[in-house]
């Protein structure tokens, strides 16, 4: 019954913004980490940006560092991507997720892989 529901990919010139959304539900939200991940085509997910539980912690890519920023919204149980200055490389299915075991931290080696829930994704392409 854990559902995460992701929303706001489409397609955008290099240098534009999309702000990515997920609605989290079933599950107590404020209890466990939730980050995004991504996957570019012919590569291996990644993870992109998280919150640790109760967001005592948040993790960026070196790559996206300074362009993107994640944030959550408890009254709705919901969590953003704000993306900033989009390069191309930033073309990938981008994934909302969330972990019950972990320490949240979604740069951890086998984090793209162990992580508990996932919801369906949503597409960002970036033209040059």
């Known amino acids: 019954q854990v559902r995460l529901v992701e929303s706001g990919g489409g397609l955008v010139q290099s240098g534009g913004s999309l702000r990515l959304s997920c609605k989290a539900s079933?599950?107590?939200?404020?209890?466990?980490?939730i980050g995004w991940f991504r996957q570019a085509p012919g590569k291996e997910r990644e993870g992109v940006s998280c919150?640790?539980?109760?967001?005592?912690?948040?993790y960026y890519r070196d790559s996206v560092k300074g362009r993107f920023t994640i944030s959550r919204d408890r009254a709705t149980n919901t969590v953003y991507l704000q993306m900033d200055n989009l390069k191309p490389e930033d073309t990938a299915v981008y994934y909302c997720?969330?972990?019950?075991?972990?320490?949240?931290?979604?740069?951890?080696?086998?984090?793209?892989?162990?992580?508990?829930?996932w919801g369906q994704g949503t597409q960002v392409i970036v033209s040059s």
């Open positions: 919150l640790s539980s109760g967001g005592r912690s948040t």
């Open positions: 079933g599950y107590s939200f404020d209890h466990f980490p």
């Open positions: 997720a969330t972990d019950f075991e972990s320490n949240g931290n979604c740069l951890n080696p086998g984090a793209s892989y162990q992580w508990d829930y």
